[in-house]
């Protein structure tokens, strides 16, 4: 059971540059998001999801794309990199209940940097 | 909007030392709050969850929290910490009927043998 997979691991970027960050989950988990994590201000919400075809913004979307054509995958793309966008990424899963994502699982993210 | 507060930026204790880290939230409705934990090296995980009733919850680790609804507080505590406690510590709040976990700065513990 291989959990949340987040690819790649690293990846360094120049500024303008487009790219892809892949995220899969094999617990049939309706709920996904993605966070950013950066040193003194915690983990910040991306875009989430609540179920394939459904996508919302969270509180840091800009120049941020999200799409969710199965269950299983949440990619997130960053359409123009800036070197703001310079943080380790997260992507998580839970098995909402109802209205609420009950319990996380977190990947083990993708360290970005853009120069 | 919903918010979260963490009080410390970094703790630093001896083991068997007792610990309190503190949490608040804003929210004006119902809640569902968190305590995540992350180790050196390892993926972020729940430590424990108050979704309703007792106030008093337990984790895993020895770790408990409580909930105060009078002042929008849900502490982590721990009373004797050990060195394998040393983590970073993250307070969470899922507010009402919206889908979005809002996540707290975080806390860094340190645990000295």
């Known amino acids: 059971n291989a959990g949340v997979t987040q690819t790649p691991k690293f990846q360094v970027l120049k500024t303008g540059q487009s790219m892809t960050l892949q995220c899969a989950q094999d617990?049939?988990?309706?709920?996904m998001s993605w966070y950013r994590q950066d040193p003194g201000m915690g983990l910040r919400l991306i875009h989430y999801s609540v179920g394939a075809g459904i996508t919302d913004q969270g509180e840091v979307p800009n120049g941020y794309n999200v799409s969710r054509s199965t269950t299983e995958d949440f990619p997130l793309r960053l359409l123009s990199a800036a070197p703001s966008q310079t943080s380790v990424y997260f992507c998580?899963?839970?098995?909402?209940?109802?209205?609420?994502?009950?319990?996380?699982?977190f990947g083990s993210g993708t360290q970005l940097s853009v120069l | 909007a919903q918010s979260v507060s963490q009080h410390n930026h970094h703790v630093i204790l001896s083991e068997a030392a007792s610990l309190e880290l503190g949490c608040n939230y804003s929210y004006g409705g119902t809640v569902n709050l968190f305590w995540y934990v992350q180790y050196p090296g390892q993926h972020l995980q729940l430590l424990l969850k108050?979704?309703?009733?007792?106030?008093l919850v337990k984790g895993i680790k020895g770790f408990e929290a409580e909930f105060i609804k009078s002042k929008f507080s849900f502490n982590l505590r721990k009373p004797s910490v050990q060195w394998s406690d040393t983590a970073e510590y993250f307070c969470a709040v899922n507010g009402g009927s919206n889908y979005k976990l809002t996540f707290g700065k975080g806390t860094l513990l340190t645990v000295n043998p």
């Open positions: 617990m049939n988990h309706e709920y």
């Open positions: 108050y979704f309703s009733g007792d106030p």
């Open positions: 998580a899963s839970s098995s909402s209940g109802g209205t609420r994502p009950e319990k996380l699982f």
